[in-house]
Each structure stands twice: as C-alpha cells, then as structure tokens.
C-alpha cells in the first residue's frame, strides 16, 4: 500500500507548507484547529472540539485573556466559522477526530501535537522556508519543532484510515494535541478520557536524535518527568536611600531561592533537573524592589523524583519569601510523566516496517532527553493494560529544534506516514 | 523689590505650567532647554549649548541612540530650530545662561534642574494639573520631583538679573542642568568649569521636607554620596534538561551578586547604603540563562564611605561573575557627593530675608535624606574657596516626590524667587 | 583628702595584682566574689550574696554544669568557706555591698565589674605582669580588660566609704557584678531590684578610648544596645555518596543563615550591627551534616533599633532552617541596652574633679563604641528619675584591650579612685 | 584444598580479634604493619617497607607531626622494632609482600586495607566484640569497616602460598595498603609501580552490599571516581562592633562556598555528587571571623566527571575567597577513580568457585555505591593490559559500615579466604 504513501506525497508537502507559513502558539491555535478539522471533517471523521476534546482546569499555562482575545479576533479574521470558534474560545484548542469501523477490534490511538514556538524564523535564504517561501507569516512564531510536520502526517494517517476504511476494524482516535510545547496540553486531553480503553498508542518525533533519513526507531528511552511553574514575591517598596528599613525585598527573596534551589540534594535513585530560568524584579535602582517573578521547571528520571524535586523546590522557595518577609505565589504551568515505551512493541514495528519501501532501517530504541507530555497519554494507555510507544522519525538537521533557522527534510513525511501505516496493516487494525 | 515678585507672579505660574506639560527626561531635554534658551536669550543673557555646556564625556547614563534620534525628532517636529538642535544632538542638552555687569564683584552661580521622570502623570480630577488641563501630555513622563518649579524659578531670577542689571555687579552664571535624576548631569557642567572662580553658589528644592508654604532653610544636612551603576552579566546558554553543564549562568551570577552585596560591613565612620533595584535574567524556562542584568546604587555619608562601598561592591560583582564563569560589565550610570553646605551663609542667608513680604520663617538647617548631584558643584566651589549652600522651599504637598500625583502649592514660587532675589541683594550681588 | 588616695596607694596596687593573678571567667567568680565579700566585711558593709543580689533566671549565657562543678571544686580548694559557696552555687557569683549612713541624703550607686576573659596571657617579658610575676595562674583566662582594675577601684572607693562614714550622709550600694563581658550579668543585678531608688549611678572603665594618664571623662557616647545568642541546627545525617537525597543539610541552613543576615537592611534612625563570629556545623567529609551552631550578635544604636535586628534575624533564622528542612533553637546569652548618660552631671563632676590632685582634665564626653550591660543598671536609674553617667579614665596602652598583652598604667587605680571619692564629696554624698 | 581453610580458621579468627582489639587510623597503622609484616616474613614473603613500598609524596591526607610522633611513640612501647618503625616514620605504613616462584606463569597481585576510623566502639554486650573481649583498646579508633577482616583475609592467602609453593607458579604481590578511608594511600602504592606488569589483580570487600553469608560477587558496579580535599581561608579579624568594615570575613566566604557549590550543574554524561561536610570559622561571638575552614569531596560517575566537579568547585572556592577579600588554599586529601571490574573474570571466578564447600553462590556483579582507592591500582594494571576485579563476601550486618556497633560474621572469613584460593588455583597460578 505504498502507493497510497506515493499518492499522497504532494498533498503531504502542501500541508506542511501552509502548516509552517502560519503558526500558533499553545491554546491559541485556533486556525490550525480549525483548517485541521476541515480537512478531518471532509474525510468522515466526527470531530470532537472545545470542552469535548480537553478537560478546561486540566490545562497548564493558559495564556491571558487579552492575548486570547486578540487570537481568536485574528482567527475571526481569517475565515474561521463563529460555530467553530465558540466552542473553542478562551484557550480550548486541539481537536480530537474519531472513526469506527464497527467491526470488532483493537482500539488505536494516534496523538499529534500542533502548537508552535516564540521564536521568530529567519530570512536567511539558505532556509528552504525562507527560500521557497513559505516561512511564518507571523512575527515572534515559529514552528520550529517540526509539529508542522506531525500534524501532516497526521491528516495522512487520517487520511489513509478514510481511504481504507472497508478493510480496516476496530476503532481509531486522532488527537490532535494543542500546547505540547512546555508539557501543557497533554494532561488535558487525558483528564477528558480520550486514553481510557485504547489498546495501542503511538506518538512519535521528528528529528530529535540525528538518525539519518530512513532511519526511524521503534521506542525511545531517556524522557524525564517534569513540573514547569512560575513565582511570585510580593514585599513592599520603599526608597533605598531614606527607608531601606521599610521594604520587603523580593529581589532578594527570588535571589536566595534560585540560589537555594541547586542545594536539593542529587537523588541517588536517578536523574534530577532543576533550573530557574528567567528572573525579572524591581523597579527601579532607588527603589528596594517589591516584586519578583521567576520561571522555572524541575525534571526528574521518574515521575517520583520529580515529585521530590518540586516538594524540595517548593519548601525552598516559601522559605526564602519567609526569609526576606514577603509573601509568594507558585502557579504550575506545565508537567510530564517520565516515558516508558512498552518494549513489546518493538519486534512488533520492526517486522511491520519490514516490508517498507521507505524505511531503511528501525532501531528498536533511541537514547533522547528533555521532555515529552504525550507521557501523560502514555502512561494512561499502560496503566489500563494497553501498550503505547514514541516513535523517532530520522532527518538531517542542519540546526537543532528551537532553533530560528530549524528544517526538517520533507521526505521524512512520508516515511512517517508509512511506518504508521505499517503498523496499522501488521498490528490488529487490518481485518 | 517684592514688587517686581508680585510683577512676576502670572509669569512664574505660565511657565511653569506650561513646562509641567511638555516633560523630557534626562539628557533628552531638547524642548525644555529651547524654551528656556529663547527666554533667556531675549532677557539679553549670553547662552552656552551644547558642548559649550557640557563635558561630553563627563556624562552618566546618557539613553541609548534609538532613544535619542526618537526625541530628536520630536523636537523638530515640535519647532526646535535646526541650529540649536544641532548643538544638543546626542543628549548634550541643557544651558548655561551668563550675564556680566562689568562691574567689579563677586561671581554667584544658580544651579536649576530641568529634567522630567519616567512616570505617567495622574489623571485624576483632585491632581490639580489634572482639573486645570496642564498635566503632562507624554505618556509614562513628568515632572514629579518639581524641576518645573526649579527652571521657573531660574527664568524668574534671570528676568530679576536683566531688570536690575543697573544696580548689579559681579557676574552671574544661571546652570539649567539636564539630568539630575540619577545624578547624570552635574558632573559634566562642573567639568567643563563653569563651576571654577565661583564665589557664591545656590540651589536648592521645593519641598522634600514638610515645610510649610513660606517657610524656607537656609542649608540641608543629609545628602549622601552616591553611586549609580548597571551590571551585565555574559554566560552561555544551554539546555536546562539535556546539557545543563553546558551552560554558564548569569542569573546565578546576578543573584549571588544581588545577596552578597548586603554583607559588605557597615561603616564605622558613616551611614552607608546598597541597593539592587532591579534585576532582569534569562530567556526561558528550560534555559541555562545567559544574560542578566542589574540596576543598582551605593550611598554614603561621605564620598570616602561611598568610594568604600563601591570597591567592595565592584569586587564582590566581579567575584560572582568568575564563579559562575560568566564575565561582567560595569557601567557607571550616575554619581553624587556628600553635600556639606557652607555654614558661614546661615546668617547672611537669614539677615537678607528678614525684609521679604513672601518668607515668614528662615530655619539655619533641615534635615534630608537621599542623594543631589548639586554636591558636585558646591564641591568644586569650596575647593576654590567659594561659598555653597543647597535651601529648601516649604510647600504643602498631598503625595510624595516622585509619585504619579505629585503636585506642589504654586505660591512657592514666588517665594522661592524672592529668597534668592532677597540673597542676591543682600550678598555682594548688588552695588 | 587626696591624703587617703596617697594612703591607699599600696593597697591598691596589691588588691589588683592579687585579682590579676587569679582571674575567673563570667558566672564562675567564686574566688573572686569570696576575696571582695571579706574585704567588705571586714570594712563593715552589709554583704548581699546568691540569689539576694541576683534574679537567677534573668542572668543569661551561664555555663552549663560541668564547668560550674569544675570550677566550685577549684574555689572550694582555693580555700572558699562552704558557707559563701552554698549561696553561689550555680553561678550566682557577684555580690552587692550596702552600706547606710541613716543620715538622709541621696542614694549613690556604683558598679564594677570582676570577670576575666578565656585568653591566655602572655609570658613575654616586656609584659609588666609577666615580668613582675603576677600574670594570670589560669591556662586560657586573663583579666584583659581591666575589670582586675575595677574591683580594685571598688574596693578602694568601699574603703573611702567605711573610713568617712562620719561625715557621710545617705545611702550607698556597691555593686560587684558577675559577667560583664557578653552582656550576661548587668540585667540579673537590675530585675532583683538594686537600682530601684537610686538617686545617682557611677559606673566607668579604665582605658577604651586613649585619653592620657591624668585625664577623664565624665560621660561616653556610643555604647549600643545589642543582643548576644547562639544557635543551632539539627537535621538528619546520611552519606554523601550513597544517599544525599535522605540528609537535611544543617551546614547549608547556618551557611544561608549566615549570608542572609547580612541582608537585613540598614536602619534610617540609626546605626546597625550583625555578626556571625562563629560556626562548626558537620562530622565528615562524605557526611551529610547533620547539626550546626552559631554565635552570634546584633547591635543598634537605640534598644529599637537593636530589637528590629533581633526580630528579622530571627525571621531570617528561622526561615533558613525551614528552607533546608531542619530545627532551630535560638538562645539568648547576652544582651545590652543603649547608654545614655545623664548630660547634667557633667558640669558638677567637671566641678568636683577641679581639686584633685591626681586628676588634670575632665571631658565631658568621650566617644565609644561596642556595648556595656550598665545601661540596663543606667536606664532603670534614669527611667526612675536619677542620674547616671559612666566615666573613662585614661591610661597609656601597648595593646588593645581583649589582647593576651592587654595591661594598663597602674596610676590609673588612684586617679580613678579620687574621682569617684570628688563626686561624693563634690554631690550630694557628703553632709 | 578446603582442608586448608578449615585447618586455618582458628588462625583466621585469632588474627582478626587481635588486629579489630588495636585499630589505627591512616598512615599510623605503625603496630599493625609491624604485626602482619613479622607473620609474613616468617612465611618466607618478602617484605618491602616504607618507601620501598609507597611513593612518599603520592600519599595524601597524611596526619601532622605532632599526630605522627605521638603514634610513633605508642608503637615503639608496643614493642615495635627500631628497625622496623624507622622505615616507617612520618607516615609511611603499610608493606608490601611478594613472593616469586620463580616458574613462568603469571604476576598475580592482592590488595588488602588496613587502616582503621575515628570511632569509639560500643561497649554495649550486645555488640559481639564487646560481649568477647576483642573490641578496641584505643579511644576513638575501631575497625568499623571490616579492615581487620581484610588483612586476616590476605594473611590467610599468604599463609596458602607459602604452603603451597612448590605446586604455585609465576609471581605473587600482596599489597596490605594503609589509609584506604578517604581515598589516601592507594595511589602511593601505584605510583611506586606495584601494579606494573600485573596480569591479575583482586582486591574485595566484606559487606557492603546486603548479600547473604556465602554468597560472593565476582565484580561491583557503582564505586564513583571522588577527590576529596580540605579548604582553608584567611582573612582579617576585626571587633564587628567597632569597626566591621576593618575585617575580611572569611567565614562569609565559606558560607559562600558552601552554598554556591551546589550550583554546579548536573552533568548530562552521568552521577555527580558534591559534600561540604564540615565547616568551622570563626573565634568569637563578636570577631568578624578572620578564619574558616572546609572538608569536602566530589564526586562522578568516571573520572572525567568527577574532574569536571573539581574543576568547577576549584573556581567557585577561590571566587568566593576574592568576593570576600580573603585568601584560601585548597589541600587534596583523597582521590579515587571509577572502578570498571574486568568482566572478561566472571565466568573464571564462577567456574573456579564452583568447586567450594565454603561458597553457595556467586553473583556475576554486584551493585555498590561510595567511592574506593582500590580502583587506582586497579586501572594501572587494566590501562597495561592486565585484569582486575573487586569482588564482596556477603554477611548478614546488624549495623552499616562505619557504626559504633558496626560488626561482620567472622564466618565470612573462610568463605573469602577459600574464593582467593579457588581463584589462584583456576586461574594460571597453579602449575
């Protein structure tokens, strides 16, 4: 079934163009959800939108609600129907397409995620986008984490699920994932249900590693668990050179956390991260500061180290407000579970991809870092008795993910596309 | 002469109206330094612009070029004639204005400060600048600390120098100082010498302590020395989950800066002060930051303790730097001296306003706190055996200085203009 | 009656020589009290001894039992009768000596102070005591600030009072205080009630400031208020290699203590101290420490001021043990009052000292600095409606005092001595 | 050969009670060198001592002199030879013990440690070397990490290959190493060149891990690579009252470090661990402490980790010496390196072992953490071609290593003995 993958290629590279000239940041992603659901609808699938697709409290990081307005007025004003928009206003982006064959069989899940990065793509004309032109229309964003391409292959899969339908069994369900980028999205799709009862689950990355073209890996090995928050210190400003006496510094009390914070101890049952990254306090130079905020993430090898490190974090940072008598506000903005691909599936995908024409080679696993929320979805699945693994798709990279010049190489689409259908056809999918 | 005060009133409270709503800051003052010039100028006193004025070099905290060419051009577009704003271009604003009698006498400089803050006025109906539609038409701009006041007293004394010219000798130097905030401005007029073979200096301030409206004080006991300076810490950074050893981290390097500053020893000579108001680090959660940024001060009760704090301050910030392996840049952004008035003027000071209609009570001495660039020229002056005083005019005042509704009672200003005219004439200014 | 000075003379000399030879730590000054209450006896004073001269529970810092043992069983072979020692059990040392004309007249009171220091003197013969034999016989404790001097004084001013009992009127209270050095014993002499209804309080110091030999001063400036405490950590040990996440780090909970006390900002009213003089937190190298102790202080130059240092050092304290997961306890061993004296007994002890003999000017202020526990003695004097000063008596010094060379002139004794002997008999004291 | 180990089991325990009753510490092992180096002379070995034996300046942490003499001198009235302790003196304890054949065959080499801890141990009867009489005679010294065992241990094999000489071939080094607690004297010994031209190297430990009575490991996993070093810094004292800002805060400095030393980032490669575990600065409560004091390690998983660790904690001490104006001098008083056993060995020791009636089970590799010396000489035999394996003898354990009631069951010791054996004779030892 190859030829299908061939078919599809043109329209393939179209997705991922029209994808990558517009992107959106997590929870505002409301013209990718809805050109994602047009197409969706098109091929058969019942969408499933707004409170349907995410838990709304179960979400992290949602963005204000002026930052909200203002997207959704520019969704208004590119063609997005009100229909569509109402149900997905104040932040409820991502869809979740679902297709039953209504013939007996295994419960599939795919997650692809779709939102893009603060960052703004270069116009260097070495950068194919920027060359063939179809780099970010949009200022500040830029998807430079190749969900541009996990979306497409996702309309592929979908696509190919469509086609095929008469021979396929079972039931599918497509998630296309808002806000994966700062672990933010995932935990509410989760919290909706969508995972309960799936028997197989596959995600899967472009890049990452650097596997070469042709090269994918069946499972992936190194994700860490993570919580991603902000704090803030509130004291009292006072003029530093009259009444230093009468401030309640919070400068200081961000300072000492964030020094404070690297003495949680090494965990000996494994790996731990901590880092505050961005601090920002005080006023003005004659002015004992009365305001602090910082934005931070701890990482741990298992979910329960990372549970000790945000317990340790958290006692550190509401002591040093304590310290300098200023009060503090910790607010999660993120959170992943560790990742442990079931390894059953591994000879599984490797006999699949087999009979591949465009993967060359499957690793059984691929060593990465960081973190992934798909976790949260992962560890669903598993838990209820089902398998779920990480795919990893090889590309040349010329600069690494987050980068302002980062590309992918196209042709890893429709490898990707194929090997997800590979696994359909060899695993339980196919009549 | 209280007559000619009276005859001034109307005048006094034009200008400064119309200064309170056209506010600039610091080494942007290219309206106000025009308005004033054209005043001056008419009055038949000799103007110095420009690097005439100022020793280019000898400024502090001069805005960066963007901001510059911004105002510049606002300037322009405000009316400032092309041959003044040439001598201004690059923040050399500000005006020494000069008046010899050619009659044997002593040499009396006035310093006034001319400068605006960086806060948006107060719209509310009881902020009487507000109710009378003179408040401030710039956006986060005004003039909060009352140099409104200060420059009309200055075209006030000015418009005295050239109606009494008749009966004056010696010769008069009128300083309209740009940027005092921050103590930016003074040092570059005194070291282009305007400040040398000066017999007798005055300034001083409306307000700052609660004086009431027609009280004044002679001399000030408190101003600190002072140093005002940024910090840029330089790191690498890396990715807080896949390399945190990679990274070098300036927020650390700021934050052990920030909480190690406080331990420098008290002084046992003197009051000493430190302050870091201000603190700006990172670009990102899941970022080894790699940047960060300081705003921060040093007081002392003379210009030796503050030399103290800044040694020890300096070292301290370079110590942080090299153990988190990041380099840093010091910036000097502002300096003031200990303001030791000259005592000797008290009594000649009370004497001559004995005969005022507008003063009702000269105190010898009140008590300040805070920091004035003023010091730098009262020290010049006093090295050269001059004679410097720094007085105080009593105002009732609702808010404090530097608040977004500050305001003072306009009836200071004539008194302010008669204490100086009343000194004028009763010091060697008058044949 | 210099007469009786010149007389005395001798005795003086051997009185100090004596106490110098065997000097006794704070609290544990049994010989000492013992040698001083026979003497005074023998003069016919009322001894008052233990508990009736001090409130037990207000004395702070008291050696614990094993050093109070050691050193009841030094004083009982010293010869001490059992009868004396049964009251000073415990380290109730100290005595108050009490003498009444039953003449009306003023109550005078004066202190001096008989603790010695944990130096050990040294053998170098260009050390008067050393070279003259009567230097310290105890290993680490040393009469090194000159309290071996005071007693003497005191001895010498009860001889005075004893030999003109005739012509005196009035009461007097002498007071032998324990435990000076750290602030320990002053507060237990003045909650019992000694300084209640004392009409003038004398109390002074040899050296301090280096006035010369002959000259005095009749009141000091500049003692601060402070506060003398220890603290300690407690958290949980484990090994450094194995299991770091299982320790609570006592030694970074001092470490943080110690840094960030330094940080509690500087006081607008007045001068500030703090002090971590000493840590030993740890056990090992690959341990995790488990315990940690501090001394420290805080100083201010008003009793306020000093207790705005106690209360956010406490905060801070407390809040650095929270941050690392431990325990803290905090105890009080020392503590000062501010000292102001009573400005209008300078003109009458400039008076009285202008017919002695031995004294050849009289300040009437001396400027000092550091602490001295008689302010709780002057302050409730004064808070009752008498007066009270503190004198210095100038003597040349090769070293400073609290050195292990520490020696002063011993013509100081017999100048000191007329002074105290002029103000009697210049005040109130004589009929 | 078992009949051997059973024949030598009274000897076994004979020997342990004697060397666990007189424990010393790291090079002052003066009467324990002297003890095993008579048993082994009258065996016929060899014996290399002093500087025969280690590379003098390789030695790290050696006591001071004054510790050295005084240990010196109780050996000499515990009978040790003249001859013997003047090899010896100024620390250069343990021996070396070869024994040629003088057939081709293989270089075989032994590592035995022999040092003791600063531990009291219990009196308590439940603790069997109490309950039996044989616990330490020397306050504050005891064999609580099973050393005494070790060297029983390698007597035994000496004893086998004396009596086994004549069926032995190729050559025997056995290395009975001072000073293994803190990683001191192992690289003395392999500097000296002991391990070149080894083929076959083994060293062990009894405990450790949780392994039942006769079951052994043939390899560990887990020692770190560890340096471990002492720190002092010096500043200026000064009275914190009267002028602070005189001092050079040095325990500021070490405050400073302290803290900062955890900033050292995780290191993606692998396991790091950081440990100040003691600190003492400071003289006294009122002193801005002029001295401090630091015992510290690091550690990683490979050495190139654990130098990056250094590396890093070397310029944050000195940073924190300069921020406070203070000297420091950094004295390494340890090093290990990682230990990767040869796993080419396991299948040889299982096999070999299998023959054992004192052996029930032999786990391939064993978990471990904490750091060992061992692993110096064994990657200089390993780096030249040779193999080296660390094998543990399990034993039940009522208390950790480096208790006060630590104690092992001295069944352990045939059971060790007999693995040695079993590995000489199924290896190439025996003709």
């Known amino acids: 079934m190859s030829d299908f993958v061939s078919h599809m290629e043109p329209k393939l590279i179209s997705w991922r163009q029209s994808f990558h000239s517009y992107p959106e940041l997590g929870f505002m992603e409301y013209v990718t959800t809805y050109r994602l659901g047009k197409?969706?609808?098109?091929?058969?699938?019942?969408?499933?939108?707004?409170?349907?697709a995410l838990e709304r409290d179960a979400r992290l990081g949602v963005p204000n609600k002026t930052e909200l307005d203002k997207h959704e007025l520019q969704a208004k004003a590119k063609g997005v129907e009100e229909s569509w928009l109402a149900k997905m206003r104040g932040g409820l982006t991502g869809l979740v397409a679902t297709w039953d064959t209504e013939r007996p069989g295994d419960h599939v899940a795919f997650r692809f995620d779709i939102d893009a990065l603060p960052i703004t793509e270069t116009k260097d004309t070495n950068h194919i986008p920027a060359k063939e032109g179809f780099h970010s229309m949009i200022d500040q964003t830029m998807h430079a984490c190749g969900h541009d391409g996990h979306m497409?292959?996702?309309?592929?899969?979908?696509?190919?699920?469509?086609?095929?339908?008469?021979?396929?069994k079972g039931k599918f369900t497509l998630l296309f994932q808002p806000a994966e980028e700062g672990g933010r999205g995932a935990k509410a799709m989760t919290e909706k249900g969508w995972l309960d009862n799936v028997d197989y689950f596959y995600s899967g990355h472009i890049g990452i590693q650097s596997l070469p073209i042709g090269t994918i890996a069946?499972?992936?090995?190194?994700?860490?668990?993570?919580?991603?928050?902000?704090?803030?210190?509130?004291?009292?400003?006072?003029?530093?050179?009259?009444?230093?006496?009468?401030?309640?510094?919070?400068?200081?009390?961000?300072?000492?956390s964030a020094t404070n914070l690297y003495t949680i101890p090494r965990h000996s049952d494994g790996i731990t991260r901590i880092n505050v990254g961005k601090m920002v306090a005080g006023s003005g130079r004659n002015i004992i500061p009365s305001d602090a905020f910082l934005e931070m993430e701890t990482r741990g090898e298992t979910k329960k180290i990372n549970e000790y490190m945000l317990t340790e974090a958290t006692r550190i940072i509401k002591a040093a407000a304590g310290m300098h008598d200023v009060t503090c506000e910790i607010t999660p903005v993120g959170i992943t579970e560790e990742m442990i691909c079931s390894e059953a599936l591994i000879p599984t995908i490797i006999e699949a991809c087999k009979s591949s024409d465009y993967i060359k080679e499957v690793l059984p696993v691929a060593k990465v870092s960081g973190s992934e929320d798909?976790?949260?979805?992962?560890?669903?699945?598993?838990?209820?008795?089902?398998?779920?693994t990480y795919?990893?798709?090889?590309?040349?990279?010329n600069y690494p993910h987050h980068h302002q010049a980062f590309d992918f190489q196209e042709?890893?689409?429709?490898?990707?596309?194929d090997a997800f259908i590979k696994i359909i056809e060899g695993g339980s999918g196919i009549e």
Chains 1, 2, 3, 4 share one sequence.
């Open 39 to 52: 197409v969706l609808e098109g091929l058969g699938f019942t969408i499933h939108l707004g409170e349907e």
């Open 152 to 168: 497409t292959i996702g309309l592929g899969v979908a696509s190919y699920i469509a086609a095929y339908q008469s021979i396929l």
């Open 218 to 256: 069946a499972t992936v090995d190194g994700f860490l668990a993570s919580s991603k928050f902000n704090v803030t210190f509130s004291g009292v400003a006072s003029h530093a050179g009259m009444h230093p006496e009468l401030g309640k510094n919070a400068l200081l009390a961000a300072a000492v």
């Open 374 to 388: 798909a976790s949260f979805m992962m560890n669903r699945v598993q838990q209820q008795g089902g398998k779920a």
């Open 391 to 397: 795919l990893l798709f090889g590309t040349e990279l």
């Open 411 to 417: 042709d890893v689409l429709p490898i990707a596309l």
